[in-house]
Structures are given as C-alpha cells and as structure tokens.
C-alpha cells in the first residue's frame, strides 16, 4: 500500500487560512465556532484578508469557505464513518477496503464527505475510492460508479483539491511527490472508469471542465510539468472532446449472446478479420481486443447457425446437440426456502408431466441425454423451429436428484420478441460449442482499459528485445537445492543438482532473465521436465503465487504429481481429475463455509444473495401482473436484467473466496478453460508469475485472460508445430485462420525463444520421419539408440499401405475403415500373445473419433478381458507410449484425406512412440495430395519400410 498521505507544515501566513482544508471535522467545528465568536465581538469579516489576488481558483477556495462556515453550523443528516477508521482502512489490501466499507455500518458510499470537511479526510476518502474502483469487480463496479457520480459533495472537493495543487500559494501543503501522482491518478483513473462505463452526467461534466481550466490558470509550474498532470490534461481533453460519445480508444463492449438475427443467417458475411501471424505492428489496443473478440464470438457462432440451419430444414443428427421437443420453464414454488440457483428450472418433460400429476420416470434415453448437460452451458429456447423468438438461459444447477426428476436449475439471460416464459411449451437444445469459457474470456477481454494491456511491447507492439521481470536486480541471488548462482550473470554456473542438458539450462536462464519468454519444446526433449525446475526455482526465490495453466487436465494432472515431489502447497482448481494421486490438491468451494475468508465476506455473500431473491421475487410477481403492454414488458427485462446484476456479484464474491484460500499458495494449477472461468482471481492475487505448459494449444484470447496489471513474468512453453489451439469452427480455420495461438504468432514472428534440440523418447528410426521434416535441429539422446527391439517383429518401424475404402458413419460426422479395424487389432493381438507385451505396452491411435469407436468395440470382443489403450491422435498429445498402432483410416477415389494434410495431427501421430511404430494408411493417396506425406513416403521407401503387410515374425515360422 502507498503511505499515508504527507501534508507539510504550513508557514504562519497560510495557516489560518487553510485550517478548514487540513484538518478533521471534529477540530475544524471546535475552532470554527471560537472564530465565530471572536469575530463577533470585533464585527470584522476575519476572512476577507485570505483572498490572494484576482484569479478563478482563490475566488473559488473563497466560496468554498463561506459554504464550510454554514454547513459546520447545521445539523448533520449522515452517520459519518470516522476520519481514524478510514486511516485503518486505506492500510489495508485492496480487497480488504472493499469488504470494511461495503459491510460497514456507515454509508460509505454517499454523505461521507461535505463542504467543511478537512483535507485529510477528503484526500482518504479520494484513495478508497480509487483502491475500491481499481479492483473492476464484476457485477459490484457498476453500482459503484453509479454511487460515485450521485456523490455532489465529494465532486466538488475535487475541485478545491485541485484548485490546491495548482496555487503556488498552497505548495507547502504538498510536501511527496508519490503524494501529488497518487491523487491525480486518482482523479484520471476514476473520471475514465465513469466515461467507460457510460455514466458522466451534466455535473461530472461540469467539474472536470472547471478542473481542466485550473490546471490552464496554474502557476505552480512544478506540479504542471509532472508526466502525472501532463497524463490527467490528456485524458480530460479527450473526454471533453467527445461529450456524450465514447472515448476513440473506448472497446466497443458488444456481448457474445446470439441474437435472432445471429441464428437467421446463414454465414459469417460480416466477418472480415484474421489473426494473421504476419506481424500486426504497432495497433491500438482497443482495435487489437475487439479484432480478438470477433474472432472468440465467430468462433463460437460458426457451429450454432450451421445447427440452427439444421433445426430450421429438418431434425439434427444423433451425434449434434439433441433437440428437446417439449419443454417448459417453470417458477420454484417453495421461493422463500430455495438457494438462488434453483429459482427456475427447465422441466424436461413439458406437458407429459402436465398431464400425469404423478411422480413420471425418465426413459434411460432422456436420463443420459441430461446427464450430458454441464453448469455453464447456453440454453436456446424457441416456441417455433423458426426462430420467431429467442429466450437464452445458463445452466446453473445439475443436482442429481433434480435431474433424476427431469428438472435442470437455469438462469435466463434474454429474452427477443417473447414475453411470457413460463409453463408454455418450448423448443429446447444446447450451443454445440460450451459456451462458459467463450463467455469469460469474452466479458474479461471488456474490461481492459486503452492502454493497460500487460506485456502489451511484445503481444501488440512487436518488441524483440526483452526486459528482465521488475523484480529481478542485477545483483539477485537465486537458489537451487540451497545453492546460489546468479542467474543474470553473464556465463552463470550451473547448480550442481540441476539435471538440465545445454539447450534446456539455456532456455531456463532465458525464462529466469526474460519477463515474456517462449520456449519450444519439440517432441520428447523434456519440456515438462524443465518446466518442473522452473517453477521449482521461482518458489524458492519469487515469494508470489505462481499461476500455472496447462490445456488439458491430464497434462496438468501429470505435471503436478511430478511438481508434488518438490512441494505440497499446491491448490488444483477444476473437478476433472484424471490421477488420484493428486486429489488432495483439488479445491472445491462451498462459497459461504471457508474458514481463511474474511468474515465480512460471508456476511456481504449473506446479504447480496438475499438480495438477489428480493429482486427475483419482484420479477416473479411481474410475470403474475403481465397486461401484455410495452411498458410492462420493458419493466419486465429491466427487472430481469437487475437479477442478472446480482447474479453476477454473488459470482464474484464466489471468486473472494476461491482468492482467500489461494493467496498463500506456492502454486495455482489450472486448465485453460477453468482459467478462462474463473479470470478475476488473478486480478486479486497479484500473482508476479503466469506460465503456460501446452501454450502452443492455447487461444491466444484465452492467454490475455491469465494475464492482469499486476504479471511481471510470463513463460510460455510448448511446441507450434504440434497441435494448434482447438476451435469450434475449425473447418474455418484456413479460411479465418482462428487456431494460430499467441504462441505460434510470436514465435514465428521471431520474438527470440529458446528451442530444446535433445529428445529422449523415440528410437532413431522414428525420430527420423520427423527431422528434418518438423525440425532442422533435433538430436537423439545416446539412451534412446539403446532401446530393445519390438519382439516377434522384423524391424521396429513399419508403414503398411493398402487401397481399401474407407466408410462414412450413418451421420456422415466421422469417417471409419473397417479393413484397418480388423488389420491393427490382429497386430495388437499378435503383440500380446505371441511377443507377450501387455496392454499398458501399447497404444492405438487414429485421426478419427468414430474408427476409435469402432476399435473400442471390436477389441473387446477379439481380446477378451485385456483392455486396450485406443485414443485419438488429438487427445494423445504429449503422452508416449512404448509401441504406437497408428490406423489413417483414409482411403477414397475422390482425393479426400481430411486431418490428415494438417502437419500439426501429423507430427503428433508420428512422435508418440518409444520403441517401435506400425502405421496402416493408403500411402499412395496420401502422397499424391499431402507433400509431408510424399516426404515421408520416400524415407520410408528409402530404408525398405513399406510394404502391403505388417513385418511379423510367428514362434511357428
């Protein structure tokens, strides 16, 4: 926290002249009231002596004297929170401010400052709001505005302060300059949040133009040539400029909810961006967010209007999203005893439950169509399959007991051209893509300011040069296993015990020295491995909770049981755990029962949901009083958008308590999904330090969302040329280009990274298909050239070729080749009971999710009782496994090969393998219409691995 405010000693001619500014209220009364009657018996006007010269500003300080004697002599209508509990305050954390004068017994936010009050008191009061403010807590910072503009009497004073600074007779109030920069950031901070939020008023108006002209009169030189003041000048101009518009800098704060007319077109036609990885120069800020918004919302859009064209032209296929039929939203009767997320439910069973009073069963087919749906998914509504209204709702609530009754807790959201809601029968089905994280990252991307993007010279401006982090000095120490070494030296040591090869202990200086680094990590050289003693060094030496966000929960699961071994004080966020071993790292909040919260915490949860069913309940009896009018149905979504208000503080004060538990942590772990969930507790944390393991597979609007005012030190670690961040329109991604994560952008726009070139995984003969191929510089470890080779086989490597079409699934969604099907599984067979491997020996993969299943089933009947590893290509990334079955699956006369012309899927599926690999695939079709493949197929040519069967070698032969 800045120290308390310095207000220097005052020389005798100013003294009594400024008493009423400087002091508390208590002693300006005292003293005021023995002026009074001191002058009285002199029946002179004491104060008339204090005006100096002509100008505006003492004229002004002159009235503003005469309104404090007045009021001082009135009654006070306001309980005003002490001046000394204040001074407590401003002492405090942020979050801490915020929780003592919201649940205060005073008002703080209105009556708290008049006229006479002190400059002290004033400047306090001033600091608090900007701490409180600076927070941007979703869902309570709107409120504040609000209060802050209704807030006259402190407007004013703002006017006196500055009317202060800018007097060269005041100067020796000012004795800091931290001081003089903290209140008119203050001022410009709090002005910009008002104009942002689309709240200046006539008043607010009034006072900064009356400000700017004191600054214009200033003759106190020294406070106007501070890059503080010149920074206020600006931002005041700018927004004078543009009265009643936005600020040209301002986001265009669209919503990523899909509107009628979303769903009635049919395509992207006024899409026109792309995140190019060419480079963007040097763009504004507010350009560079809304170019990642649109990319966010198209990419959520693309696959609902190709959804909603399916609904519109006939019924959806199985494997889309089901379309329920027969729904209604329906009102809990029991209001007063529910929890806020069971105030209204989606009852599945519509007019069936209607029409049978009693207690209905669900078929197992609607029971495992709900089971499916997960809190935070988007909910369309519709009363015609032609889309002539539109009501969104969230899920809020899976209770499994609810569910088991047909019944899913919603929030509605919107509503278009539909007024009443409840108890009529509905059209019902899910946004194909989960809309939560799009929906976070969408709302997080709104609230960054114009020029506070963090590491905004190296993601929008096109730095290579790269600064240290801010609290890294030149002389620092750093630890390893208690041995020191100095990381910024020039050549530094080694630590003896850090196991590192050459171009790992490179990078690691690199990501120690550099606050934005990126570190490609190509298959099997150890990226997790290095990853693991980067954190460990940064706990050891940088006291902050380190943010640790990988793409998948079980590489995140993977990497904290090998980080467990160097600390326990680890928290797990999200509820997927794919280990066991790491469960007692999860953290699963009950919002209101944590005992490290602050009390006032649980008391303002207490209050706000109370004030959340209030608010329902108001919109529940205008459901009751509907007449069918404008007006009424107007009142009726302002209602439902206050509801809405709430919802979002009680889910902010849920986050409180998530940070409470965090703060102390060594480690925060979680996807980048449930980061995209749950952003703002990184604004809370303050956390110094943000790494990201798979960043390669991370949206680059994802990534901006981890980072906050407060990252000093951002590592980035993964691998461009294996698998680019998923996207829901992906069959759009060449066109749009919206999977180039901010990974692959800065990289190949040659922001200076390090490369790990020594790989420990893949026997030579395999690690030969993809270098040079993928990479120019990848060496073999000498442990990898002594592998043993894959029993009853005659080579370790081989690409069986063959024509036999492949098959398209009933919904034409996937694409299977029952001939691979039957050739892969009589290899694995082979494998098990001839070469006696076991099943954790092997894996299979494939491209395709429907020959998976097809494999799944298949194996269970030929090995009996041995379960077989079967998993996508995509979803295998970053693991290994000994021997790799790898099945193409495509195989056509009409050139088609899908995935697999991506080099991204065909890197991964060529480099998961340790000791042996054996690819099924029609390689001449994938030759003729890949250039990968055609490089692939002459090496394999070459050594005399490829051929029309699998090379096995029978105990019987």
């Not at 002159?62 to 009654?75: F, V």
């Not at 995140?275 to 963007?280: G, H, S």
């Not at 039929?325 to 599945?348: A, P």
């Not at 570190?519 to 150890?526: F, H």
Request: net charge negative; aromatic share 10%.
């Amino acid at each position: 926290m800045i120290k308390d405010l310095k207000i220097g000693k005052m020389s005798d001619s100013d003294s009594d002249d400024q008493d009423w500014f400087n002091k508390d209220e208590e002693e300006i009364l005292q003293s005021f009231q023995a002026k009074v009657s001191n002058n009285e018996s002199k029946n002179t006007d004491a104060r008339v002596e204090y005006i100096h010269g002509s100008s505006e500003a003492d004229d002004y300080l002159q009235q503003k004297r005469l309104e404090a004697s007045s009021e001082l002599l009135a009654a006070p209508t306001v309980r005003k929170l002490p001046t000394a509990e204040m001074r407590k305050a401003i002492n405090m954390e942020p979050l801490e401010i915020f929780l003592f004068v919201t649940t205060s017994e005073y008002d703080f936010y209105a009556g708290q400052i008049t006229a006479s009050d002190g400059l002290d008191r004033v400047l306090l009061y001033l600091r608090i709001w900007h701490v409180i403010c600076k927070l941007e807590l979703p869902g309570f910072q709107e409120e504040l505005l609000q209060n802050f503009v209704k807030n006259e009497a402190f407007l004013e004073q703002w006017r006196v302060i500055v009317a202060k600074l800018f007097r060269k007779s005041y100067k020796t109030i000012w004795k800091s300059d931290e001081d003089v920069d903290e209140i008119l950031n203050a001022i410009k901070s709090l002005v910009l949040w008002v104009h942002k939020g689309e709240l200046m008023t006539p008043k607010i108006y009034h006072v900064i133009t009356h400000i700017k002209k004191l600054i214009k009169e200033s003759d106190n030189r020294d406070i106007e040539q501070r890059h503080a003041c010149q920074q206020l000048v600006l931002e005041l101009d700018r927004i004078l400029s543009v009265k009643g518009m936005q600020l040209e800098e301002k986001l265009n704060e669209t919503e990523i909810y899909p509107s009628l007319d979303d769903l009635r077109s049919r395509n992207s036609e006024n899409f026109q961006t792309t995140n190019t990885v060419n480079k963007l120069g040097k763009h504004k800020v507010a350009d560079y967010l809304t170019k990642q918004k649109q990319l966010l919302r198209e990419d959520f859009m693309i696959p609902l209007r190709e959804y909603v064209c399916k609904i519109k032209s006939s019924k959806p296929h199985s494997t889309t999203p089901e379309l329920y039929e027969d729904v209604f939203i329906v009102l809990n009767s029991d209001f007063v005893n529910s929890k806020r997320h069971e105030l209204v439910f989606i009852d599945i069973l519509g007019t069936k439950r209607s029409m049978d009073n009693t207690k209905v069963k669900l078929s197992r087919k609607v029971k495992d169509k709900i089971a499916s749906i997960k809190v935070g998914s988007l909910l369309l509504l519709t009363t015609s399959k032609n889309f002539e209204d539109l009501i969104l709702a969230t899920v809020t609530y899976t209770d499994g007991e609810l569910l088991s009754l047909g019944y899913v807790g919603i929030q509605i959201l919107r509503q278009e051209n539909i007024v009443a809601v409840y108890d009529r029968q509905l059209f019902m089905f899910e946004t194909p893509a989960f809309f939560e994280p799009y929906n976070n990252v969408y709302n997080y991307l709104n609230i960054y300011g114009a020029g506070d993007l963090p590491m905004k010279r190296y993601i929008l401006d096109d730095e290579k040069d790269v600064n240290a982090p801010c609290y890294l000095a030149p002389e620092t120490l750093y630890y390893y296993d208690r041995e020191p070494f100095q990381v910024t030296a020039k050549n530094p040591s080694q630590p003896k015990n850090l196991a590192l090869n050459h171009s790992q202990w490179r990078a690691y200086c690199q990501a120690l020295t550099k606050e934005f680094c990126l570190i490609q990590g190509p298959p099997g050289t150890g990226k997790t491995h290095l990853s693991v003693h980067l954190i460990r060094t940064l706990i050891e030496n940088v006291k902050t909770p380190i943010a640790l966000i990988t793409y998948t929960n079980d590489s995140l699961d993977k990497f904290l049981l090998k980080l467990s071994a160097y600390t326990s004080n680890i928290l797990r966020f999200g509820s997927q755990i794919r280990l066991p071993e790491i469960s007692k790292f999860n953290v699963q909040f009950d919002s209101t029962h944590k005992e490290l919260a602050n009390p006032r915490l649980k008391r303002l949860y207490y209050v706000v949901n109370e004030e959340f069913k209030a608010k329902f309940q108001v919109v529940q009896q205008m459901h009751v009083d509907f007449d069918g009018t404008e007006e009424s149905y107007q009142r009726l979504l302002q209602a439902q958008r206050a509801v809405n208000g709430v919802a979002e503080k009680l889910k902010t004060l849920r986050i409180m308590f998530q940070f409470y538990a965090s703060q102390k942590a060594d480690v925060i772990a979680m996807t980048s999904t449930f980061a995209a969930k749950t952003n703002f507790l990184f604004r809370l944390l303050q956390s110094k330090v943000v790494i990201f393991e798979e960043a390669a597979e991370i949206l680059e609007s994802h990534v901006l969302a981890c980072l906050t005012p407060y990252t000093e030190h951002v590592v980035m670690i993964g691998d461009h040329m294996q698998l680019q961040p998923y996207t829901s329109g992906h069959r759009f991604n060449s066109t749009y280009e919206l999977n180039i994560s901010l990974f692959e952008r800065l990289f190949v726009n040659n922001l200076k990274g390090a490369t790990l070139n020594i790989q420990y995984r893949m026997r030579p003969c395999i690690a030969d298909l993809i270098q040079p191929t993928f990479y120019t510089d990848l060496n073999n470890d000498a442990s990898v050239e002594n592998y043993p080779k894959v029993r009853n086989m005659l080579t370790d490597l081989y690409f069986y070729t063959h024509n036999e079409c492949e098959c398209q699934s009933e919904d034409e969604c996937s694409i299977y080749n029952d001939f691979e099907v039957t050739e892969t599984l009589n290899l694995a067979k082979h494998l098990i009971e001839k070469a006696a491997y076991t099943a954790d020996d092997i894996v299979i993969l494939s491209p395709y999710a429907k020959q998976i299943e097809t494999l799944k089933v298949r194996a269970n009947k030929l090995l009996d009782k041995i379960q077989l590893n079967i998993a996508t290509v995509d979803s295998f990334q970053g693991l290994e496994a000994n021997i790799v079955l790898l099945s193409l699956v495509r195989s056509n006369s009409n050139g088609q090969i899908g995935f697999l012309k991506e080099n991204n899927r065909i890197c991964v599926a060529l480099s998961r393998a340790k000791h042996g690999m054996y690819i099924i695939g029609n390689m001449p079709l994938l030759a003729k219409y890949s250039k990968t493949w055609g490089i692939i197929e002459q090496n394999l040519k070459t050594r005399g691995l490829i051929g029309d069967k699998f090379p096995l070698i029978n105990d019987e032969e």
